[in-house]
């Protein structure tokens, strides 16, 4: 059961430095490059003294390999490659139907949560395989968390114990609970909100508090790469701008895959952009390229409105 | 501007008489209703008394006969017996076909069986395990578990059935919140959905058990009567259907009394069980 055994980190010293995307003029944004030179293998909740930016670390990457997905007959993601770089947000954008939830569903293994759902070819996270035989699916989704499009504390459990119930059910206790909890909220940005009222139902807070929540419970567990499907699409602009903010804060730990349907979304937030279109991918770029100077003819339609 | 105002001559009369003739159909439904519960105080209420409860039948001819003790007691075990028996099954039958089967010919062939078999009569239960653990011996003759067992089957498809709705009920996001989260899928049913869904399958199984306790059938094959308290699940029991049905039958006015005062009980008990049912779902409901 030991998620972290099987996955090896890469070096990503390769990456070079920010790629001046819009999202990177954000003053919120220090990169600590320092950070990049930390061992290899990330041990959990080990800070980087050495850096004067504590909560960076080292994202994983993750690499598509010709996936294709499937329900049923029909086929909703047709051979796709793509890569998903350490400490950076990737968009992926799309007219709805084009499969890009189905895509980033693929990559943590809950797309096969779904009565005749399946999926062909290969999701490395850093070398590993998640498809490999001996892989554990469960090991896979604690390595790499998801926050949902609406959301969706349980309702019968406490901020709190929302916030521990991924590290309860994942069995996986690391230390005091109440300083994972308080940790992970404040990771979110949630703690001065409600540290006094941790006891009261997580549905009594906000939409977007509510969301934040949930992705406080995702680092909770403390994953390597966190999925965001369509994070702020019920929320009010507001709470949007906040939950904003957090991504890019939360770049500095995490490699975070973001579908959204907000093109401006994606121009705001994303480093990198990927364009899909009925199950294929058309275009994968700095987000800066894919808003002002695409090639593809496609993508230059879908983000200038013409069309989805 | 004046198409706005005003409303037909017609549709007014048809609005009156609709809602009339609904208002009628309720009025003849409840007809009925009112008249058992009338008849059965009127009826019944003349044998309540405290020896009512704290006394069992005692077959004398003449004077008091005796109240029913044994028979609230009897109801009361062997009603909680089959209870301990159906409840987790069903619900562990509900948890299969929501969580494991869903989709798969096997769960919806399942499903149909439980249909059928909740449609099945009771007497046809007490007939089968008078047959299978009566008439063979098992155990002694009449016991009071045999009766269990024929109520167990009774409300293991009422169980099941409603625990299924229940689980449906619980959203899936929540389910694959728990799965995205690196739950492994039994740790996802017992501490998230079990818990969301509790206060249905408290409701579903509270009146399935309301629906055991007024069954005659299947214990006049299996735990047939004795007049005295028993605790005992291993010999003969009373019962209050059956009290209800041997007194009925008497000649004397007193015993036809307690049979109204034992049905009276009866009714109360039940109305007692739905009650709480209903309040536990109110409350899950306002949560």
Request: charged share 20%; with cysteine.
């Given at each position: 059961m030991n998620g ?6 890469m ?5 070079g430095s920010?790629?001046g995307s819009?999202?990177?003029a954000?003053?919120?944004e ?12 990330r041990?959990?909740e080990?800070?980087a ?6 909560d960076?670390a ?10 294709r997905?499937?329900y049923?007959?029909?086929?909703a993601?047709?051979?796709?490659d793509?890569?998903?770089e ?6 992926m954008?799309?007219p ?8 980033v ?6 797309h096969?949560e779904?009565p005749?759902?399946?999926a062909?070819?290969?999701v490395?996270l850093d070398?590993?395989?998640v498809?490999?035989?001996k892989?554990d699916?469960v090991?896979?989704?604690?390595s790499?968390g998801m ?5 969706n504390p349980?309702?019968t459990m406490?901020?709190f114990?929302n ?6 059910l994942?069995g996986?206790?690391s230390?005091d609970?109440k300083e994972v ?16 009222r941790?006891?009261e139902?997580?549905l009594g807070l906000?939409?977007?508090q509510q969301?934040?929540?949930?992705i406080a ?7 390597e790469?966190?999925?965001m499907?369509?994070p702020?699409s019920?929320?009010?602009p507001v709470?949007?701008?906040k939950?904003e903010?957090l991504?890019?804060e939360?770049?500095r730990?995490?490699t975070i895959?973001?579908?959204t349907?907000?093109m ?15 199950g ?7 987000t800066?390229k894919?808003f ?5 003819e496609?993508?230059e339609?879908y983000?200038t409105g013409?069309?989805g | 501007?004046s198409a706005?105002?005003?409303?037909s001559?017609?549709r007014?009369?048809t609005?009156?008489?609709g809602?009339g ?5 309720t009025?003849?439904a409840l007809?009925p209703l009112?008249?058992?519960l009338?008849?059965?105080?009127q009826k019944?209420g ?15 001819f003449?004077?008091?006969?005796g ?5 609230i007691v ?7 017996l089959a209870?301990?028996l159906?409840v987790?099954?069903?619900i562990?039958?509900?948890?299969y ?7 798969t010919?096997f769960?919806s ?10 449609g ?14 009566v008439?063979?011996k098992?155990?002694?003759g009449?016991?009071a ?16 059935r409603?625990a299924?709705v229940?689980l449906l ?5 929540l389910?694959?919140t728990a ?5 492994p ?6 501490r998230i959905v ?6 249905g399958?408290?409701?579903?199984s509270l009146?399935?058990v309301?629906?055991?306790?007024g ?8 735990a047939f009567?004795?007049s005295?308290?028993s605790?005992?699940l291993?010999?003969?029991m ?7 049905f041997?007194?009925v039958?008497?000649a004397?006015?007193r015993?036809?009394?307690r049979a109204?005062?034992?049905?009276l009980t009866?009714?109360?008990m039940?109305?007692?069980l739905t009650?709480?049912?209903?309040l536990?779902q ?5 949560a």
């Amino acid at each position: 059961m030991n998620g972290k055994g099987t996955v090896e980190s890469m070096d990503s010293a390769d990456l070079g430095s920010d790629d001046g995307s819009t999202a990177d003029a954000r003053p919120a944004e220090t990169h600590a490059p320092a950070s990049r030179e930390r061992t290899p293998t990330r041990a959990p909740e080990t800070r980087a003294p050495e850096t004067h930016d504590q909560d960076a670390a080292d994202g994983h990457r993750v690499s598509l390999k010709s996936l294709r997905a499937f329900y049923g007959d029909s086929e909703a993601v047709k051979g796709v490659d793509l890569e998903f770089e350490p400490n950076r947000v990737t968009a992926m954008i799309g007219p709805s139907g084009c499969g890009k939830s189905t895509l980033v569903r693929c990559i943590n293994r809950m797309h096969e949560e779904i009565p005749g759902a399946r999926a062909e070819g290969e999701v490395l996270l850093d070398e590993q395989d998640v498809y490999a035989a001996k892989v554990d699916v469960v090991a896979v989704r604690r390595s790499i968390g998801m926050v949902f499009q609406k959301p969706n504390p349980v309702p019968t459990m406490s901020i709190f114990d929302n916030v521990a119930s991924g590290v309860r059910l994942s069995g996986k206790r690391s230390g005091d609970l109440k300083e994972v909890v308080e940790r992970s909220l404040r990771g979110a940005g949630l703690w001065e909100e409600v540290k006094d009222r941790l006891g009261e139902a997580g549905l009594g807070l906000s939409g977007g508090q509510q969301q934040r929540l949930c992705i406080a419970r995702t680092i909770a567990v403390q994953p390597e790469v966190i999925i965001m499907d369509e994070p702020c699409s019920a929320l009010d602009p507001v709470a949007t701008l906040k939950v904003e903010e957090l991504i890019s804060e939360l770049k500095r730990r995490y490699t975070i895959i973001l579908v959204t349907h907000n093109m401006q979304q994606a121009a705001r937030i994303a480093d990198r952009t990927a364009f899909m279109l009925t199950g294929e991918m058309v275009e994968f770029a700095d987000t800066e390229k894919i808003f002002t100077n695409p090639d593809d003819e496609r993508t230059e339609d879908y983000v200038t409105g013409k069309f989805g | 501007m004046s198409a706005l105002v005003g409303v037909s001559a017609r549709r007014k009369r048809t609005d009156r008489l609709g809602r009339g003739l609904l208002l009628l159909a309720t009025l003849i439904a409840l007809v009925p209703l009112l008249a058992v519960l009338y008849t059965l105080i009127q009826k019944g209420g003349g044998a309540i008394s405290t020896s009512f409860f704290t006394t069992d039948p005692n077959g004398r001819f003449f004077g008091d006969p005796g109240g029913v003790k044994s028979a609230i007691v009897g109801t009361t075990l062997m009603v909680a017996l089959a209870a301990a028996l159906a409840v987790p099954f069903g619900i562990g039958v509900a948890l299969y076909m929501v969580e494991y089967g869903k989709g798969t010919r096997f769960a919806s062939v399942v499903r149909y069986f439980v249909d059928v078999m909740t449609g099945v009569p009771s007497v046809v239960f007490g007939l089968f395990i008078y047959i299978l653990l009566v008439v063979t011996k098992v155990g002694g003759g009449f016991t009071a578990w045999k009766g269990s067992v024929a109520l167990a089957l009774l409300m293991l498809p009422v169980v099941t059935r409603s625990a299924e709705v229940v689980l449906l009920l619980v959203p899936d996001a929540l389910r694959e919140t728990a799965l995205a989260l690196g739950s492994p899928r039994w740790k996802v049913i017992l501490r998230i959905v079990l818990p969301t869904a509790l206060p249905g399958l408290v409701t579903g199984s509270l009146l399935a058990v309301a629906r055991a306790a007024g069954e005659t059938a299947p214990l006049l094959f299996t735990a047939f009567g004795l007049s005295n308290t028993s605790l005992n699940l291993g010999n003969q029991m009373n019962s209050l259907p059956i009290q209800i049905f041997n007194d009925v039958q008497k000649a004397q006015d007193r015993l036809v009394e307690r049979a109204w005062g034992a049905a009276l009980t009866l009714v109360v008990m039940i109305l007692v069980l739905t009650l709480v049912a209903r309040l536990i779902q109110r409350r899950s409901s306002t949560a």
